[in-house]
């Protein structure tokens, strides 16, 4: 069920809401390093500013003459609950394994289009929920303006100058109050006049105006979902309503309180109330004031965001506007602070579209505008949904993790039936993409769409978060239930390969790239790790001591990573890798990364037949794919190499989607442009660039493993390791100076750097310091 919960306020909470208010105040700096900013106001929605709450998503252009506000809420979708198993597909899954066996692909692309395929073949989209419009009379002409994302604070800001008067607006997107608010102020009385209105691209809408608020109602087209949006007004000025706007007059600030739900409850049930949803929202919010919401919101908000800190020194470019910024990146990209700024910023994004409650970051995080987005904007977990978890860990950001793990809960209730229709099999399955109806069966073609990867993906998220938390209550109760369904799913569902005896995975593909297969090497590396995880788990545990010797058998018989013809590492069972294909997905180097089936500790010369294999796919990309290459160069320790792969995310995209290269690169907002804009290259170059400083992947956290000769000078603090450890500790020309262990478990610790290791027992709670020699201090 989404859910948000609402806490009264009582008396004695004033006390701590002036504390708030007055810690915020003093917590903000005159000039932030951490900000996006501008000189001229959006002109395009990629070079709008996004403000979220996980629940709620807008998109401020900072318009001088009209204010635009483009907002979603994270359950408006098309379609209604539905089993998208197709029944009976099982009866058709062994005629496709032959006709892969005996190399007619197309007739079993075809057999399986027919007989197997989801129901109905597509997914729902992902939908824009509303536009809420300020107009301001008179303000043409204006001078000084100035707009700006504070990332310290998650406030959108827009100042400038029109007849003589200073104007400020701020936005923010409250988590505790579950509300979207903008303030706008002068700096002289009854000044402040504008109108503001809601409108909405749905075609079935109703808007409503009454006194001080007022409601927009939408219907979404051939859909079960309707929802509900409202604005009140707080103004010290005057308030008409009239017709389809609201009139504020000789003001000089006012409060427009924006929230929004539907009558979506779980993907089983839309029988909600959106009106009522709203109630204490907005009963909650009176008779307070902007800066006790906007104090709590700060507050609420560091307290994620303020664990984590990355400097990488030179300031030089803090003073170029963020548009101008990363066209001169491409120029010259002496801006080692950008990358910095980048990575705060994949931070601030995850906790704007994924907190405790809600629904996980899709394809768009939370922000989408169109009717039709791109992909449906939906889930893509044959690498985009995962990506976009990558940073949650590392980056201190474990909570914002929880949606995500909801998310496989469901897809496990929907994936069993999967399971047993198409595979006639225990345990759970999801192909390549899911939906808020949490559809799991294969989608769209089956030269693609025939994937059975995804629920082993999903459920090694599951077993990170143990990794890094160490917390034995969740694998025990969330995380092994679900990691041992998925592995009965794959315990049934491997066959033996007629040609070498191994156990391969087939009816499947490598994500996109060869079309439907017997036995692509991902599937074998999730499958294989999973199974181990499981056996971990089990042992950890001490139970399902029968399963895991089972497991450990089928362990055995997966077919191997295998080497072909060029000393690439192959994509398939056989040798048919091409070099001089550049195709986005490079899927058999999942085992590398986010995974360890091939390393530097047991497989070396895995390690360099990846390197080959990635060497023949090129650097170049879309976003994603570029932020991936990043995170495989890192684990090849390869910092020079990783980071030309950063600076390849900075080319600059235009709306028309006209860039530097044939590949991504970010839109003058910092999104990630595939294109067109999907959020995961944003939080898959985050996680890549903490993953050149530190791994803990192996038998030892290693500190500057990739570091690149253009990040000489730095510091990381509050960065997480597996083991349940904290670490922060920082360089100077390219050397380390100081390091700082904080162990959350109390497990033995293994440090790496350079030639030197060390190894030392921990207790809950206890801090260790050392040197850049790593002697204890």
């Known amino acids: 069920m989404s859910t948000f919960t609402f806490r009264a306020h009582h008396p004695l909470a004033v006390l701590g809401l002036v504390f708030l208010i007055i810690s915020a105040c003093s917590s903000e700096k005159e000039v932030s390093n951490l900000r996006l900013w501008y000189e001229q106001p959006a002109q395009q929605w990629t070079e709008a500013l996004p403000v979220g709450n996980g629940r709620l998503g807008a998109m401020v252009f900072g318009g001088i003459e009209q204010e635009h506000i483009q907002f979603n809420e994270e359950t408006l979708w098309t379609g209604a609950p539905n089993d998208y198993a197709h029944t009976g597909a099982s009866r058709y899954l062994e005629e496709i394994r032959q006709l892969l066996f ?21 997914q729902r989209e992902y939908q824009p929920f509303g536009d809420l419009y300020l107009e301001f009379p008179g303000h043409k002409g204006s001078s000084n303006y100035h707009r700006e994302l504070d990332l310290e604070n998650a406030v959108c800001k827009t100042t400038y100058e029109a007849n003589g008067v200073k104007y400020t607006r701020e936005v923010i997107a409250s988590y505790p109050h579950q509300v979207i608010a903008i303030h706008l102020k002068a700096d ?6 504008f109108k503001v209105r809601l409108d909405s691209e749905h075609e079935e809408k109703l808007i409503t105006s009454e006194g001080n608020h007022q409601t927009l109602e939408i219907g979404v087209k051939d859909g079960a979902l309707k929802g509900t949006a409202r604005i009140e007004v707080d103004t010290d000025g005057n308030i008409t309503s009239e017709g389809d706007r609201i009139d504020i007059s000789d003001a000089r600030s006012a409060t427009i309180w924006l929230s929004a739900a539907t009558n979506f409850v779980n993907y089983n049930d839309v029988s909600g109330d959106p009106t009522k949803k709203l109630e204490p929202i907005f009963a909650q919010l009176k008779g307070l004031s902007y800066e006790k919401v906007k104090a709590s919101h700060i507050s609420d908000y560091q307290s994620l965001f303020n664990r984590f800190a990355l400097d990488f020194g030179n300031y ?15 120029e010259s990209p002496e801006d080692p602070q950008l990358l910095a700024l980048y990575t705060q910023y994949g931070r601030y994004l995850l906790i704007s579209s994924s907190r405790q409650g809600t629904q996980p970051a899709n394809l768009q995080g939370i922000w989408n505008k169109d009717l039709k987005p791109s992909w449906g904007s939906k889930y893509t977990i044959n690498i985009n949904t995962e990506m976009n978890y990558w940073p949650a860990e590392v980056t201190n950001l474990s909570e914002c ?82 990691m041992r369904d998925a592995a009965l799913f794959y315990s049934e569902y491997l066959v033996e390969d007629p040609v070498t005896g191994w156990l391969i995975s087939t009816p499947s593909n490598s994500p996109e790239n060869g079309g439907m297969v017997a036995g692509p090497t991902m599937d074998h590396q999730i499958i294989r790790s999973l199974f181990n995880a499981c056996i971990e788990a089990m042992e950890i545990m001490d139970t399902d001591h029968q399963f895991a010797a089972e497991l450990k058998d089928l362990s055995m018989q997966i077919a191997p990573n295998q080497v072909g013809q060029y000393g690439q590492l192959q994509e398939w069972m056989e040798d048919l890798d091409d070099p001089e294909n550049k195709h986005r997905h490079v899927s058999h180097l999942w085992g590398i990364h986010p995974a360890m089936d091939i390393n530097w500790e047991t497989s070396p010369e895995l390690m360099e037949a990846a390197k080959q294999s990635l060497l023949f796919r090129g650097d170049d990309g879309t ?52 294109p067109p804009f999907q959020i995961d290259g944003n939080f898959g170059a985050a996680a890549g660039i903490v993953e050149m400083l530190i791994q803990s992947h192996l038998s030892a956290i290693n500190i500057l493993p990739a570091l690149p000769s253009a990040l000489p000078d730095g510091s990381i603090s509050g960065v997480c390791a597996r083991g349940g450890f ?20 109390g497990e033995s610790c293994k440090i790496k750097y350079l030639n030197r290791t060390i190894e030392f027992s921990t207790t809950p709670g206890q801090t260790l310091s050392f040197d850049g020699q790593l002697n204890e201090i």
């Open 316 to 330: 030089q470019r803090d003073t170029l506007p963020t548009d101008r910024r990363i066209i001169k990146f491409i």
């Open 623 to 674: 976003g994603w794919s570029l932020a991936w290459k990043i995170n495989f160069w890192a684990r090849l320790l390869e910092g020079d190499h990783a980071y030309e792969l950063v600076k390849l995310i900075f080319r600059p995209v235009s709306s028309d989607k006209t860039r530097y290269g044939r590949g991504g690169g970010s839109y003058a907002n910092l999104f990630d442009a595939h």
């Open 188 to 193: 002289r009385k009854n000044v402040l006049n």
């Open 401 to 482: 993790h929880e949606p995500l793990f909801k998310m496989i809960r469901e897809c496990a209730e929907t994936g069993s039936r999967v399971a047993v229709e198409h595979y006639d099999a225990k345990g759970w399955v999801a192909h390549h993409n899911t939906d808020i109806w949490r559809g799991t069966a294969p989608i769209n073609h089956s030269n693609h769409g025939m994937w059975v990867g995804g629920s082993g993906w999903l459920t090694h998220h599951l077993w990170e978060h143990y990794l890094f938390t160490r917390d034995e209550s969740f694998l025990r109760e969330e995380a092994y239930p679900l």
């Open 102 to 122: 005996d190399g007619k692909q197309e007739e079993a692309h075809n057999l399986a289009m027919e007989e197997f395929m989801s129901i109905p073949l597509r």
């Open 726 to 745: 904290k670490l922060s500790f920082s360089w100077k020309e390219g050397k380390l100076t100081r390091l700082e262990v904080l162990s959350k478990a």
